[in-house]
């Protein structure tokens, strides 16, 4: 069935958070590899917390805290300044190779495509500016407009809203296992863009398919 539009996430599915190893490493820091990662899943974990306990942060908000907090526990001193910087950086990452092409096969055929993101609309514009791919986007949708995070239902409802359609006419693609789930508990046909070979969520329902990379995506959309 071709879908009425394919819904991507945005940080770590259509851009690379990898590249803030690059911004990391040359404010000082060692072991940049796993400083990114401490910093994303403490960034998660405020997003998380913020909605259970309906105490909304804009996601810019929350990425600074959760450096704050990261350069703390790993016994970090970087400046104010230096800090802003870092957060800035998210708003520069590339985009992943497959990105553009897989975007570029599925917008020729005529199918919508939007971002539903945890970040704030003018941070996930400037970054997929930055990248070069908003112009393939009919849209970005952000969780501001219901100030709370996915996996909330209330934010994937703004992807069948803004399309006018039944959940399962939407495809929904992320690379994170947790928005996987969140989507197809939703009623979205997703797509888990398995970058990292990580092991399945073991909650169900299970995504539809699992991709190696975006270049698989367009054969599972079908024509």
């Not at 197809?184 to 970058?195: E, K, P, Q, S």
Request: hydrophobic share 50%.
């Amino acid at each position: 069935m071709r879908p009425k539009a394919v819904v991507f996430d945005l940080y770590g599915t259509l851009l690379a958070i990898d590249a803030m190893r690059a911004h990391v490493a040359a404010a000082g820091i060692g072991a940049a590899d796993a400083f990114v990662a401490d910093w994303r899943r403490k960034q998660l974990e405020y997003a998380f917390l913020s909605s259970l306990g309906g105490a909304y942060r804009d996601f810019d908000d929350l990425t600074a805290l959760a450096l704050e907090f990261t350069c703390a526990q790993r016994g970090e001193r970087l400046g104010v300044i230096r800090r802003a910087e870092l957060v800035d950086a998210w708003r520069t990452m590339d985009a992943y190779p497959d990105v553009a092409p897989a975007l570029g096969a599925l917008a020729a055929r005529g199918i919508p495509l939007a971002v539903l993101t945890n970040g704030t609309p003018v941070s996930a514009n400037a970054a997929l500016e930055r990248a070069g791919v908003r112009a393939l986007l009919a849209g970005v949708l952000s969780v501001e407009a219901v100030r709370a995070y996915k996996p909330d239902p209330r934010v994937y409802a703004l992807a069948t809203t803004r399309f006018a359609c039944a959940p399962f006419e939407i495809v929904f693609v992320s690379s994170n296992g947790w928005d996987a789930w969140g989507a197809a508990h939703f009623g979205f046909r997703v797509a888990w863009c398995n970058r990292a070979s990580n092991a399945p969520e073991t909650l169900v329902p299970a995504p539809a398919t699992m991709l190696a990379g975006l270049h698989e995506l367009p054969a599972f959309v079908g024509d």
